[in-house]
């Protein structure tokens, strides 16, 4: 079945950078379209950004300039970047495979803080 596994998770100080990892098995991913999302105590799970198979990207607004998402299809695994981050950035952070819904993993906690 699918499995991802999210890491690279921690804490860090304002304006610092974090590199996320999730790794996947179960499924062919090479060409398949990956995302990360995240959820802030007390709120919705939200889209961060995607990456398609043929490697085109998009990045939501909050983030765009700061977060850079890739992958790397011979390691089954997708990475997302993180710059320049901010308080706000402060979630539970989980990757999706396109297609397979509710395939969350149990994702990986970032805390910007000072």
């Known amino acids: 079945q699918v499995q991802l596994v999210e890491s690279g998770g921690g804490l860090v100080q304002p304006g610092g950078s974090l590199r996320l990892s999730c790794a996947a098995s179960?499924?062919?991913?090479?060409?398949?379209?990956m995302s990360w999302y995240r959820q802030a105590p007390g709120k919705e799970r939200d889209l961060v950004a995607t990456?398609?198979?043929?490697?085109?990207?998009y990045v939501t607004d909050s983030v765009r300039g700061r977060f850079i998402i890739s992958r790397d299809d011979a390691k089954n695994t997708v990475y997302l970047q993180m710059n320049e981050v901010r308080p706000a950035d402060t979630a539970m952070y989980y990757c999706i495979a396109g297609g397979y819904p509710g395939s969350w993993g149990r994702g990986t906690q970032v805390t910007v803080s000072s």
């Open positions: 990456v398609y198979g043929d490697g085109g990207t």
């Open positions: 179960g499924f062919t991913f090479s060409g398949h379209r």
